[in-house]
């Protein structure tokens, strides 16, 4: 639901450090960033996934997507445009370099947006 009297730029601020964090805090807690060695701690101590649970994983991000196409499908043209411009926000730090998942992950964002202007489409 859109707010009233809102601000754009400060709407486009809060969207962009919300979205700087998730490449630098990785981790974070209460008390901000783990250490890395607290990091390292963590990552030694969670075994490897199964096959299984690799399989599951995939078959529920599977869902997820056809979820998030249903729900852009019913989305207004603000929404969508929204997404698209989120995927634009989806960008490493000053001074790093772009990762492919990262730009994978960001294409794929897109590529949501449009498999659910298909099915509103259909809808008519």
Do not use: C
């Amino acid at each position: 639901m859109p707010r009233e009297n809102s601000d754009t730029s400060n709407d486009r601020n809060q969207r962009q450090r919300a979205l700087s964090r998730w490449d630098n805090e990785g981790g974070a807690g209460p008390d901000g960033p783990a250490s890395d060695s607290a990091r390292e701690t963590e990552r030694t101590a969670v075994p490897d996934l199964t096959n299984a649970e690799l399989v599951t994983l995939r078959i529920r991000v599977i869902a997820l997507e056809n979820l998030m196409i249903s729900l852009l499908a019913t989305a207004s043209d603000d929404q969508l445009r929204l997404a698209r411009e989120m995927a634009g926000y989806i960008s490493p730090r000053p001074g790093f370099t772009q990762h492919p998942l990262t730009i994978h992950a960001a294409a794929h964002m897109v590529d949501l947006v449009e498999r659910a202007k298909h099915f509103q489409n259909s809808e008519s």
